[in-house]
């Protein structure tokens, strides 16, 4: 049984690349070949892929997974950081046009680091809304960049700007006809992002001071505090469960057609 699960797992991670060279795919779903989606089979590992990756303020693609975003353009692909907003509301101390002023500055300097472009949805912080009008706005910001794959926040979330998030990049993907593959990530699990199981890893070993670095360019953050209280547990526990020192996790939304079957059924 061992030997069939190692197999197995060689031939998941040659498949299903996507760019990185190798996205680690949950132990359960390792077990036997039939439960692999052979989606990703379609992928040249050569091709140079344009991710999109979706964030309600300010800091959250970086934190939730900017070690992934950092391998993807590390090995030549084009990623863009797309956020719903400038993070207008983090302090009652600043008005909002003072306090987006230094989060977009934030922005920039992360997506610098992680040699991401920074695109802006024009929402607010604190007052985002999910309607027919911004989810049109959305999917034209989505599908201009004409990307291979798009990460967006966990819906299922205490906090009702990455809920918008998340639907927003779900209803893109639905009104492109599933044009492209659509991975969530989670955000401060525990405390916001909440029911998330991943159904793949990504190892983020060697690009973790880079994400380091990304994530304490949002000084107005605490980074430090943010850091250690949550996501450095977080890619520990991840790193644990993928069988690496650090990682991140993902829940990769398919379509009926590429949903895996329970074995043995």
């Known amino acids: 049984m061992m030997e069939n699960q190692t197999s197995a797992r060689r031939d998941f991670i040659k498949l299903s690349a996507l760019g990185l060279g190798g996205v680690i795919t949950a132990p359960a779903l390792a077990a036997t070949k039939e439960l692999i989606s052979t989606n990703a089979e379609s992928y040249n590992t050569d091709k140079k892929l344009t991710i999109v990756c979706v964030g309600a303020h300010p800091g959250d693609p970086e934190f939730g997974c900017g070690g992934t975003m950092a391998r993807y353009s590390d090995a030549g692909h084009a990623v863009t950081f797309l956020y719903l907003t400038r993070g207008e509301a983090y302090t009652s101390a600043q008005t909002y046009a003072e306090s987006a002023a230094i989060r977009t500055k934030e922005a920039e300097a ?4 992680l040699n991401a472009k920074p695109v802006f949805a024009g929402q607010v912080d604190g007052n985002t809304e999910l309607n027919k009008t911004r989810s049109e706005e959305m999917t034209k910001l989505i599908l201009a960049e004409n990307p291979d794959i798009v990460f967006t926040q966990w819906p299922v979330d205490a906090h009702p700007d ?10 893109a993907w639905v009104k492109s006809g599933q044009q492209f593959h659509l991975y969530f990530y989670e955000v401060n699990t525990g405390t916001e992002t909440m029911a998330f199981t991943p159904t793949d890893y990504v190892d983020i070993t060697a690009v973790r001071e880079k994400k380091l670095a990304a994530m304490f360019a ?4 605490d980074p430090n505090g943010t850091y250690n209280g949550f996501f450095k547990p977080l890619e520990d526990f991840r790193g644990l469960q993928a069988g690496v ?4 996790g993902f829940i990769h939304f398919k379509a009926k057609k590429e949903q895996a079957v329970i074995l043995g059924l």
Do not use: D, N, W
Not at 162 to 171: I, K
Not at 218 to 221: C, D, I, L, M
């Open 110 to 113: 992360a997506c610098k680091i």
């Open 162 to 171: 990455h809920q918008v998030t998340g639907l927003l990049a779900l209803t």
């Open 218 to 221: 949002h000084k107005s953050q």
């Open 245 to 248: 020192k650090a990682a991140e």
